[in-house]
């Protein structure tokens, strides 16, 4: 340097990013959007049920108003007392709950037995019957209500909870669903049970049912829902009002009451609290099981 020149300054070289920096900031990035997108469906998805709570809340001055009330002012929490006044409503939810009940009992003892025989036993036709089982699936209520309701009533079955309740105590997406599941239980175990002298009823009911909760509670969630949202075939039915399920009570408050609506969504607030809590409470074993069950083919 020479006697008359000014210092210059020395440059840092700025040091390298860490490895897997970049990829991890990345990731994160692609987590966040992935987080917010779900969050944005969610609120889509349950902007229904909040409207239809928050409408329960409104007066009716207040049921149309413009611009919206998301909130309510003030909170009318008497339409919920009267319109449980207004039907026999504790009759009908005990009614949807006894019939829901009873299908969803029956389905995951006879999808079981179903879906246990279809995959550890071998015998002629397995596979035809299996795909004749799958093929029920293809049809709709609306396609065999008329025959079955020919059978309903020469059984005398119509008004009574035997002919709610039997149309309906297995379905062929239970006996699907049971036997992916049971495919993924390895054969080993239970020919070890056979060994030991076990019989089939026992290795059924102490070692595969135990191995198939995530299934069950799945397809219990599924028939339930099934069951306590059922309108039509009640609707042909069934005529006496003390047989009444939820679904035909709600139809009949609209009939009769049809222009209280605050009343109306309050009832219907009420008839989806059970799924909302069934669902709550047993959501973990659900995703497990819908998530295992195509696990082999």
Same mark, same amino acid.
């Given at each position: 340097?020479?006697?008359?020149?000014?210092?210059?300054?020395?440059?840092?070289?700025?040091?390298?990013?860490?490895?897997?920096?970049?990829?991890?900031?990345?990731?994160?990035?692609?987590?966040?959007?992935?987080?917010?997108?779900?969050?944005?469906?969610?609120? =889509?998805?349950?902007?229904?049920?909040?409207?239809?709570?928050?409408?329960?809340?409104?007066?009716?001055?207040?049921?149309?108003?413009?611009? =919206? *009330?998301?909130?309510?002012?003030?909170?009318?929490?008497?339409?919920?007392?009267?319109?449980?006044?207004?039907?026999?409503?504790?009759?009908?939810?005990?009614?949807? +709950?006894?019939?829901?009940?009873?299908?969803?009992?029956?389905?995951?003892?006879?999808?079981?037995?179903?879906?246990?025989?279809?995959?550890?036993?071998?015998?002629?036709?397995?596979?035809?019957?299996?795909?004749?089982?799958?093929?029920?699936?293809?049809?709709?209520?609306?396609?065999?209500?008329?025959?079955?309701?020919?059978?309903?009533?020469?059984?005398?079955?119509?008004?009574?909870?035997? +002919?709610?309740?039997?149309?309906?105590?297995?379905? +062929?997406?239970?006996?699907?669903?049971?036997?992916?599941?049971?495919?993924?239980?390895?054969?080993?175990?239970?020919?070890?049970?056979?060994?030991?002298?076990?019989?089939?009823?026992?290795?059924?009911?102490?070692?595969?049912?135990?191995?198939?909760?995530?299934?069950?509670?799945?397809?219990?969630?599924?028939?339930?829902?099934?069951?306590?949202?059922?309108?039509?075939?009640?609707?042909?039915?069934?005529?006496?009002?003390?047989?009444?399920?939820?679904?035909?009570?709600?139809?009949?408050?609209?009939?009769?009451?049809?222009?209280?609506?605050?009343?109306?969504?309050?009832?219907?607030?009420?008839?989806?609290?059970?799924? =909302?809590?069934?669902?709550?409470?047993?959501?973990?074993?659900?995703? *497990?099981?819908?998530?295992?069950?195509?696990?082999?083919?």
């Amino acid at each position: 340097m020479s006697p008359g020149a000014a210092p210059t300054a020395s440059r840092r070289v700025p040091a390298p990013p860490p490895r897997g920096w970049a990829r991890r900031a990345k990731r994160h990035r692609t987590v966040i959007a992935a987080f917010c997108t779900l969050v944005g469906v969610a609120c =889509i998805t349950l902007l229904p049920f909040y409207w239809m709570f928050s409408s329960s809340l409104r007066t009716m001055e207040n049921m149309f108003s413009i611009p =919206i *009330q998301w909130i309510p002012d003030p909170l009318n929490w008497q339409s919920y007392v009267l319109a449980w006044q207004a039907q026999d409503f504790t009759r009908y939810f005990l009614n949807s +709950g006894f019939v829901a009940v009873a299908i969803t009992l029956s389905n995951l003892l006879l999808c079981s037995l179903a879906g246990y025989s279809l995959t550890k036993f071998h015998f002629r036709g397995r596979g035809l019957m299996f795909i004749l089982i799958l093929s029920t699936m293809m049809l709709p209520l609306e396609v065999t209500m008329v025959p079955l309701f020919l059978i309903i009533k020469q059984l005398d079955w119509a008004n009574s909870y035997q +002919g709610l309740i039997v149309p309906f105590l297995v379905d +062929g997406f239970g006996v699907f669903l049971m036997r992916q599941y049971m495919l993924s239980i390895p054969k080993d175990l239970i020919d070890s049970a056979r060994i030991d002298g076990a019989s089939e009823l026992r290795i059924f009911w102490m070692i595969v049912l135990p191995l198939c909760k995530p299934a069950l509670v799945a397809l219990a969630v599924f028939t339930f829902r099934e069951a306590w949202d059922m309108y039509i075939w009640p609707l042909i039915i069934i005529t006496k009002d003390s047989l009444r399920t939820l679904p035909l009570g709600i139809s009949l408050f609209m009939s009769s009451y049809g222009t209280s609506w605050d009343q109306l969504m309050a009832i219907a607030v009420l008839g989806t609290l059970p799924m =909302i809590l069934l669902f709550f409470f047993l959501q973990r074993a659900f995703i *497990q099981g819908i998530a295992a069950t195509g696990l082999k083919e």
